[in-house]
C-alpha cells in the first residue's frame, strides 16, 4: 500500500529556519514534491527530488533519500506568510502520473 | 498566471441537484487530470483519474456513479457531482500534468467549495 508520513503541526518563529520531515512508503518511487497549501487555496508546487541529495531554491531546499524513503522541505529566514500547510507528495510506480499526498504539516510562524 | 482553470469557485445548492465542475487547462494538452477532495484540515484525496478520451479510474471507495467524470477534450475534464447530498460538501479540486517530462508537477486549479444544504 501506499503510506506518507509527515507532523501534523509545527510552530516556528519569523527569521528562523525549520524543517519538515516526510517519509513515505510506496509501489515503486518515481518522484517526490513538496506543495505549500493556504487555507481555503489550491496547493502550489515548492519542489521536485527524484535522486538523492539536496534541491535548493531560494529560501526553501528539499532534501531526498530514496534508500530510507525520507525527505525534508528546509524554509530559511521565516516569513509571516509562510504560515500554511505543506503537503508532501509522491508519484509511486504505477503509471498515469498519480500522485499520492500526505495529510500535510500545518506550519505556524510567530512573531 | 494559472495554468489550470476551474469554475466554479463557488456552489452552494439543495440536496438532490447535480453539480458540475469544470477544469482546464489553459497553456497545454493534459491528455491527463486528476480530480480531488479536500476535507477540512485534512489531505487532498484522489478521487479519480481522467483520460482524454477514455473512461476515468476511479480510486477504491469512489463511487463513479455519483462522481461522473468527462474528459471530451484535451483542455477539458468535468466533475459532476450527482444527486448532491450534504455529505458530499467538500473543496474539490482538479489538476493536470504538463505532458513535458515525468518530472513536471501537477498544476491544481483554485478549487470549488461545494456547499449542500
Known amino acids: 500500500g501506499q503510506n506518507i508520513d509527515q507532523p501534523t503541526e509545527m510552530t516556528a518563529t519569523e527569521g528562523a529556519i525549520v524543517q519538515i520531515n516526510c517519509t513515505y512508503q510506496?509501489?515503486?518511487?518515481?518522484?517526490l514534491f513538496w506543495y505549500q497549501q493556504h487555507a481555503g487555496e489550491a496547493p502550489t508546487f515548492l519542489s521536485y527530488n527524484v535522486l538523492d541529495g539536496l534541491e535548493e531554491k531560494g529560501r526553501f531546499s528539499s532534501f531526498l533519500s530514496r534508500s530510507k524513503g525520507y525527505s525534508y522541505l528546509l524554509l530559511k529566514e521565516l516569513q509571516m506568510k509562510d504560515s500554511a500547510s505543506y503537503l508532501c507528495a509522491v508519484r509511486p510506480n504505477t503509471g498515469g502520473f498519480k500522485t499520492i499526498f500526505g495529510a500535510g504539516t500545518r506550519l505556524f510562524v510567530k512573531a | 498566471g494559472a495554468v489550470v482553470s476551474q469554475h466554479p469557485s463557488w456552489v452552494i445548492c439543495k440536496s438532490g441537484t447535480s453539480v458540475k465542475i469544470e477544469c482546464r487547462s489553459l497553456d497545454f494538452q493534459a491528455t491527463t487530470m486528476f480530480w480531488y477532495r479536500q476535507f477540512p484540515k485534512q489531505s487532498l484525496m484522489l478521487m479519480a483519474t481522467s483520460n482524454e478520451g477514455s473512461k476515468a479510474t476511479y480510486e477504491q471507495g469512489v463511487e463513479k456513479d455519483k462522481f461522473l467524470i468527462n474528459h471530451a477534450s484535451l483542455t477539458l475534464s468535468t466533475l459532476t457531482v450527482t444527486s448532491a447530498h450534504p455529505e458530499d460538501s467538500s473543496f474539490y479540486i482538479c489538476?493536470?500534468?504538463?505532458?513535458?517530462?515525468?518530472?513536471?508537477?501537477?498544476?491544481f486549479g483554485d478549487g470549488t467549495r461545494l456547499s449542500i444544504l
Open positions: 489538476s493536470a500534468r504538463s505532458p513535458t517530462g515525468s518530472n513536471q508537477p501537477q498544476h
Open positions: 510506496t509501489s515503486g518511487f518515481n518522484g
